[in-house]
């Protein structure tokens, strides 16, 4: 598989929360940005695969957009140990947002990736689909299988204990959903020439949120921004949501997809994270790390700037 590896500007955590304390105060009236020793996100409210997202911290961009629409491609099956090995971390922890392993699942669906590979093999992943009824439902993969499908937007590290980025954020006054207005005031302090990657977890803790869940492939081919609008299927879900998310300052010519974060729950919904719909009442507490190289994994070789919002 062709796989690119580039380099991030790896700013220090402490200068990262001084920026997002400053830069983030148009969008949220309540802000709390520091670098805080993580607590074990194994545990509630977190349920993550791995404790920390310390040790070689990378986002991985596999496959893309161009695999879905505008008709799906059915090769394009990857591996998260396959993938964890090409980006030189066999053991490592995953967190991030990716298209479900529709030949373990039986359809298309919603991947909320969260798996540690290797020898402490561990499989917290989930998946949203829509049901042949016509309905929702979100529940665990099958504990072994570690596929998914046509893309995947990944925060990898060896998922140690250790300084992360603790953002507590109430209020939302501004236009931008959480990750762009995070990706906006990176952008604007760091500059086009030093891309800057982050991911991790943010929890909604209070309010709700429209979020996307993708139905079973379509056989008319997507050919718009307009027809995957049509085709995806919107709705509103309470929280706790626990959104597993990465984001790039901007694109240095890589091909990314700029942010992309899935959430699942304890109460059975989940999905693709477009927007909180009650900017009075939300709250968001996330826990991030810098990532210092970029892995674009079979980056497709014609592309086009449809569906990756
Ligand atoms: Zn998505």
Not at 187 to 193: I, S, T, V, Y
Not at 226 to 248: K, T
Request: net charge negative.
């Amino acid at each position: 598989m062709d796989v690119k590896m580039h380099s991030y500007h790896v700013p220090d955590l402490h200068e990262v929360a001084d920026v997002l304390q400053k830069g983030l105060a148009n969008d949220f009236a309540e802000i709390s940005a520091a670098v805080v020793s993580c607590p074990d996100l194994t545990k509630e409210p977190f349920h993550l695969a791995a404790e920390g997202l310390g040790g070689s911290p990378r986002i991985c961009d596999v496959g893309g957009v161009p695999y879905l629409v505008p008709l799906y491609n059915p090769a394009k099956k990857y591996n998260f140990q396959e993938i964890a090995n090409l980006a030189g971390v066999p053991d490592g922890f995953f967190v991030g947002a990716a298209a479900g392993p529709f030949h373990v699942v039986g359809s298309n669906s919603e991947l909320m990736p969260n798996i540690r590979c290797g020898t402490s093999r561990r499989n917290e992943t989930h998946y949203a689909k829509i049901t042949e009824s016509g309905g929702h439902l979100m529940e665990k993969v099958p504990q072994d299988s570690s596929d998914f499908g046509l893309m995947s937007n990944l925060f990898l590290s060896e998922g140690q204990p250790g300084s992360v980025l603790h953002l507590s954020l109430k209020r939302r006054i501004g236009k931008d959903n959480l990750t762009a207005a995070i990706r906006k005031v990176l952008l604007e302090a760091f500059g086009p020439e030093k891309p800057v990657g982050l991911g991790g977890v943010f929890l909604i803790k209070k309010g709700k949120a429209k979020l996307h869940i993708m139905p079973d492939f379509s056989t008319v081919p997507l050919k718009s921004d307009d027809d995957v609008d049509q085709w995806l299927r919107y709705f509103e879900f309470p929280a706790p949501l626990i959104c597993l998310s990465v984001m790039s300052s901007c694109d240095p010519g890589w091909d990314l997809r700029i942010d992309h974060t899935h959430c699942f729950s304890t109460h059975g919904v989940g999905g693709h994270y477009h927007y909180d719909t009650t900017p009075e009442e939300v709250e968001y507490e996330c826990f991030f790390n810098v990532a210092e190289k970029l892995v674009r994994i079979d980056q497709p070789k014609e592309t086009h700037n449809i569906g990756r919002d």
